[in-house]
C-alpha cells in the first residue's frame, strides 16, 4: 500500500486507514484480529480508535492484538479524547485534567508506553483553548504521544487550533465522501493552509455509496438496525441516490466495484493523507483494500464532481 506524509511532518502512513470502530460491538475480537492481519498484511499501518469506542473495549482489543498477533513497531497507533466517558470531574471534555486522565487510560487498554496519534475528538467551547493546547504540549513532551491531531473540528476552529499550537497540528478527521462535501467550503482549505493532513471519516457515505441501499434495505445492513438506521438514513436522499448511480456506471465501465470507486474518489482528493475505512468483517474490509489498486481516468473523477457537486457561496468564493 503506498505511503503518505501526514500533514507537514515526518510521520509517514498508508494511504488508507483501518477504522475500528465496531470492534467490541458489531465486531467481535476474533474478527477484529482477521481485520488486522488483513490490513497490515496489505500494507496497512494506520488504525484508527478512540477512548469512547465500545466504551473502551475497542481499544482493549487493540491492544492484545498487539501484544500477540502484530508487531507494535509495524502500527501507527492514533486515538482521541474529548468524548465524555464516566460523570467523573475528569471523565471527558477537552480539559487539561480531563485530556490527560483519558491518555493515562488509552495507555492503560492499549498496553503500550506511547500513541502515534493522539487527537481531540472534538472542539469543547467550555475551556480555554490554551489549557486544550497545553495538554497536548505535555503528553508529547512527556514522551507519551508522538504527534496530534484534531477531528470534528470547523473550518475557523482548525485555523485558530493550528494557529496558536506551540506544536504541529499534523491531521483532521472529518466526514468526506461524494455525498458530503461540506468540508470543502472551509476544513480543507483551512488544513492545506496549515499543513494538516485530511483523515477522512465515513468515505462511503455511511455505507450508501456502496450501492447496498438502492434497491431497499438489506436486512442484515446498518440501515435496518435500530441503532444506526439514522447514521445511515441522513445519505438516503434524493442527490444521494443520482451520485450513486453514478458511481455504479462508473464502477461498471471500469471492471470493478462502487465501493472501489467511491474510495478512490476521496483518497485522492486534495490535502487528503487516507480515509478511514470500518467494516463489520474481513469480507468488507477486503472490498475496501481493493481499491488500492484502482486509479480512476479524468474523465471519471470530472463526471463523479459534476453530479456530486455542492453550493458555494460569499464568502467561500470570493472574489467571483
Known sequence: MEKRQLGRS??????MALGTMSWGG???ADEAASQLVAFVDAGGTLVDTADIYADGECERILGGLLADLVPREDVVIATKAVARRTDGPFGGG???GALLSALDGSLRRLGVD????WQLHAWDDTVPLAETLSALDHAVTSGKVRYVGVSNYSGWQLATAAASSTLPLVSVQAEYSLVERGVEREVVPAALHHGVGLLPWAPLGRGVLTGKYRT???ADSRGASPTYAGYVEQHRTDRAARIVEAVSTAADGLGTSPL???LAWVRDRPGVVAP???ARDTGQLTGSLAAEEIVL?????AALDDVSAIEFGYPERWPR
Open 10 to 15: 515526518g510521520l509517514r502512513v498508508s494511504r
Open 260 to 262: 472501489a470507486v467511491a
Open 216 to 218: 431497499g434495505t438489506p
Open 114 to 117: 506511547h500513541i502515534d496519534l
Open 297 to 301: 481516468p479524468n474523465a471519471i473523477k
Open 26 to 28: 458489531e465486531t467481535d
Open 94 to 96: 477537552a480539559s487539561r
Open 276 to 278: 478511514v475505512v470500518g
